[in-house]
């Protein structure tokens, strides 16, 4: 693959690129870069965190990328995640690497490296301090967002102490490329201001999109990045999102409780389903309905969905009705393999029962 054809693909991975030229520049200097994006284990996975990861992964990997999984156990127990309790954050990180394999990732491409590996290493230590030492205390702050938190609340020392710990992280990793969400940004802004001071290089921020939740987005006025995080799917709002191993009951009733306007092609979860999932891995969708509403339509790209929803062509409720089905096809494969596997099924089994207040 020519490296225009690499820059492209993984350019339909980066909703931001900072920077394209350093991205292409590094396309052509190496043959397999490292890229890496790291995941705290924490409960149930969401289909943004299942299928649409898995997608952006395998655009990466038939790139020529190396992809490193980084399972941030530790970063979880920092964040008091499944109640601060690292043998149950363990097992939910087993859990998602077996929600991915049913997913169809590249797993030949992928690594999955255990953040309670790398701590045994003095030399990761080593890389915490240097991030630390090089940064101050308000500049390590304003990469709180990272854990989901806002200076507005009652700060923990853990605040302090996983910022560093995640900058440290892409060194260590070796990672060329940081492909992580637009919520993690910041932290990624901060490796390329200090990485090249301490030694090391100026990462590539390759940041994906961040899937809405089905709800109302909220009233805000924020734009770009701060936004998206605002409205992005989060596990604490459960009728909000479409979990990898819902059936096929709880997808219906939650595409079709969705908040979807007719004729709004803007902040509309639906059309954010179709686009960033559904013609990713379809060829064509259709939509079946009664011939007194116009009888079956088919879409091969998402911009002609888009063009008939927006023109008033497409109804709501057909629009809903069809994406629940192309979901329900997605996640079926995952409920099925949780089904039928037994290490699968016990480690859903172990995760479903956590009793978890965050």
């Not at 284990?41 to 190396?66: D, E, F, Y």
Request: charged share 25%.
């Amino acid at each position: 693959m020519e490296v225009d054809e690499r820059l492209n693909l993984i350019s339909e991975v980066g909703e931001e690129i900072i920077s394209e030229e350093e991205l292409k520049t590094l396309l052509e200097t190496k043959k397999h870069p490292i890229a890496y994006d790291g995941f705290e284990p924490s409960g149930n996975v969401h289909i943004a965190q299942g299928v649409m990861r898995a997608i952006n992964i395998n655009k990466l990997t038939k790139s020529g990328v190396k992809f490193k999984m980084f399972v941030a156990d530790w970063h979880a127990w920092a964040n008091n995640k499944m109640g601060g309790d690292l043998e149950k954050i363990q097992t939910v990180g087993n859990y998602l690497i077996e929600v991915w394999r049913s997913t169809g990732m590249d797993l030949d491409n992928v690594k999955f490296v255990w953040a309670s590996e790398l701590v045994k290493d003095e030399a990761y230590w080593g890389k915490v301090m240097k991030v630390s030492i090089n940064s101050t205390v308000k500049r390590i702050l304003r990469c709180s967002q990272i854990m989901g938190r806002t200076e507005q609340e009652t700060q923990q020392a853990s605040q302090i102490l996983y910022p560093c710990m995640q900058c440290a992280d892409i060194f260590h990793l070796e990672a060329d490329i940081c492909q992580l969400g637009m919520d993690q940004r910041k932290v990624n802004m901060l490796a390329r201001e200090i990485g090249e001071k301490l030694g090391y290089w100026k990462p590539v921020i390759v940041s994906h999109h961040m899937l809405m939740g089905l709800g109302q987005p909220p009233a805000t006025d924020l734009t770009g990045a701060e936004r998206g995080i605002e409205m992005k799917m989060s596990k604490s709002k459960p009728e909000t999102a479409i979990f990898m191993t819902d059936s096929t009951e709880d997808i219906k009733r939650k595409i079709t409780n969705a908040y979807c306007p007719a004729k709004q092609i803007t902040d509309n979860p639906i059309l954010e389903y179709s686009k960033y999932i559904l013609f990713e891995k379809f060829d064509e969708i259709k939509v079946e309905r009664p011939s007194k509403f116009g009888g079956d339509v088919s879409f091969k790209s998402y911009n002609e969905l888009q063009k008939a929803y927006m023109m008033g062509e497409l109804h709501p409720l057909d629009l809903k009705k069809t994406v629940g089905v192309y979901v329900d096809k997605l996640i079926g494969p995952v409920r099925s393999h949780f089904e039928k596997n037994q290490k699968a099924k016990n480690l859903l089994e172990q995760v479903r029962s956590f009793q978890v207040t965050r």
